[in-house]
């Protein structure tokens, strides 16, 4: 009898996982799906500056470097020992950050940086990850890691490095509460210890905010918030969670050089199938993204997924990862240090949307793509 029941059970969940996949299928349907062709290949070929990705090979994530065309791929780390992940260019071009950690069990993350060329690598800040570099390239903001632990949503502390003093400080220092500002403007005091789970962070171009992909806190939950570098406020930026519509949820912004947009990734019932783009608002006491004039940039059908979306330094192009949705109970392939077969890397021409071209085609985990600045 209770085998019985327990197999009904199973039937039961089984049943309920598909019709929520039918119901997910046509959730993707009623959203454009882009058209993949080489029709940007000419101008890449053209385009002066690299692209630096994480990729697994020879059984470990490397930090690769490509021309903007695919073409000249060469791995600038070459440690089969260590993980090197998520790669993130300074301003000037000439520094790459990145995370990294033992080809073990271990789980501990450090942050590194070093010159563009691969070489003059050091340790900065350990447990840290989830860095970006400020406008200036004078510092790095990145996510202290929670214990021991690989899920890269479990950060705690906001972080700043110092790149000429080297010193370490804290974004909750000197605070004990901290304003968080709702989509409707409304303010509500928080303790500061509620500001964790901080993700992919990027710098606005004033260096007076940073936006960032935000956990389940502050009675929100995912969401993509702008937190005030030199003050107290955390803003509701683009709030696509389900309190707003449901289904809809939105991660990892970057800001487009001029400062004037915002690309992110966008999540259908938790798929990120498309890359979208609005303009940024930074006339009022705290910014803005006005959805009303938002773009689908590039999207895909279910089961794949895009994410990583980084501008180039001229604002024309947007880089990004696309590939299949990981499987049943499986780490999200997005996540850096996610072994993800079949993803590769892709790029987009904003005066274009709809359209991109694959500039990987080896599914090596291809992923979180950043410009490097005027290096070919």
């Given at each position: 009898m209770?085998?019985t029941?327990a197999?009904?059970?199973v039937?039961?969940?089984?049943?309920?996982?598909?019709c929520?996949?039918?119901?997910?299928?046509g959730?993707?349907?009623?959203?454009?799906?882009?058209v993949?062709?080489d029709?940007?290949m000419?101008?890449?070929?053209?385009?002066?500056d690299?692209?630096?990705?994480e990729s697994?090979r020879?059984?470990?994530?490397?930090i690769?470097?490509?021309?903007?065309?695919?073409?000249?791929?060469?791995?600038?780390t070459?440690t089969?020992?260590?993980?090197e992940?998520?790669?993130?260019?300074?301003?000037?071009?000439?520094m790459?950050a990145?995370?990294?950690?033992?080809n073990?069990?271990?789980?501990?993350?450090r942050?590194?940086?070093?010159?563009?060329d691969?070489t003059g690598r050091?340790t900065?800040?350990?447990?840290?990850?989830?860095m970006?570099?400020?406008?200036?390239?004078?510092k790095?903001?990145?996510s202290v890691?929670?214990g021991?632990?690989?899920?890269?949503?479990?950060?705690?502390?906001?972080?700043?490095?110092?790149?000429?003093?080297g010193?370490i400080t804290r974004?909750?220092?000197?605070?004990t509460t901290?304003?968080?500002v709702?989509l409707?403007?409304t303010?509500?005091?928080?303790?500061?210890?509620?500001?964790?789970?901080?993700?992919?962070?990027t710098w606005s171009?004033?260096?007076k905010?940073?936006l960032?992909s935000y956990g389940?806190?502050?009675g929100?939950s995912q969401?993509i918030?702008a937190i005030e570098?030199?003050g107290?406020?955390?803003?509701?930026?683009?709030h696509?969670g389900?309190?707003?519509?449901?289904?809809?949820l939105g991660?990892?912004?970057?800001?487009?050089?001029d400062?004037?947009?915002?690309?992110?990734?966008v999540?259908?019932?938790?798929?990120?199938a498309?890359i979208?783009?609005a303009?940024?608002?930074w006339?009022g006491?705290f910014?803005?993204?006005?959805?009303?004039k938002?773009i689908?940039?590039?999207?895909?059908?279910?089961?794949?997924e895009?994410y990583h979306?980084d501008?180039?330094?001229d604002?024309?192009?947007?880089?990004?990862s696309?590939?299949?949705?990981?499987?049943?109970?499986?780490?999200?392939?997005?996540?850096?240090?996610?072994?993800a077969?079949?993803?590769?890397i892709?790029?987009?021409d904003?005066?274009n949307?709809?359209?991109?071209t694959?500039?990987t085609?080896?599914g090596?985990?291809?992923?979180?793509?950043?410009w490097l600045?005027?290096?070919?």
């Amino acid at each position: 009898m209770k085998k019985t029941a327990a197999w009904m059970f199973v039937m039961f969940t089984l049943a309920c996982a598909l019709c929520q996949a039918q119901a997910i299928k046509g959730n993707y349907d009623a959203r454009n799906v882009s058209v993949a062709n080489d029709s940007l290949m000419p101008a890449l070929k053209q385009v002066k500056d690299r692209i630096v990705f994480e990729s697994h090979r020879n059984g470990s994530f490397e930090i690769m470097v490509m021309n903007a065309d695919g073409s000249g791929m060469k791995n600038l780390t070459n440690t089969p020992d260590i993980n090197e992940l998520f790669p993130q260019c300074s301003p000037d071009g000439n520094m790459i950050a990145f995370e990294a950690c033992a080809n073990t069990t271990e789980a501990t993350y450090r942050v590194e940086i070093m010159n563009a060329d691969g070489t003059g690598r050091r340790t900065i800040a350990e447990p840290a990850r989830q860095m970006a570099w400020s406008p200036d390239g004078s510092k790095l903001a990145f996510s202290v890691q929670t214990g021991n632990r690989r899920s890269y949503a479990e950060n705690k502390d906001l972080s700043f490095y110092d790149m000429k003093s080297g010193k370490i400080t804290r974004w909750a220092d000197g605070k004990t509460t901290v304003t968080f500002v709702a989509l409707d403007g409304t303010e509500k005091k928080y303790p500061v210890k509620d500001v964790i789970h901080v993700l992919n962070p990027t710098w606005s171009k004033d260096g007076k905010w940073i936006l960032c992909s935000y956990g389940s806190t502050m009675g929100i939950s995912q969401t993509i918030v702008a937190i005030e570098v030199d003050g107290d406020r955390v803003v509701d930026f683009i709030h696509q969670g389900n309190e707003v519509s449901g289904k809809i949820l939105g991660c990892r912004p970057c800001v487009s050089p001029d400062g004037k947009m915002v690309t992110w990734a966008v999540a259908d019932v938790k798929k990120f199938a498309w890359i979208d783009m609005a303009p940024i608002d930074w006339a009022g006491a705290f910014p803005k993204c006005d959805l009303t004039k938002k773009i689908d940039l590039v999207g895909d059908a279910a089961p794949i997924e895009l994410y990583h979306a980084d501008w180039s330094p001229d604002g024309r192009y947007v880089a990004f990862s696309r590939g299949p949705r990981g499987g049943f109970m499986k780490m999200a392939l997005y996540a850096p240090g996610a072994v993800a077969k079949d993803w590769d890397i892709c790029i987009v021409d904003t005066k274009n949307p709809g359209v991109y071209t694959k500039l990987t085609n080896d599914g090596m985990s291809n992923k979180e793509p950043d410009w490097l600045k005027g290096s070919r």
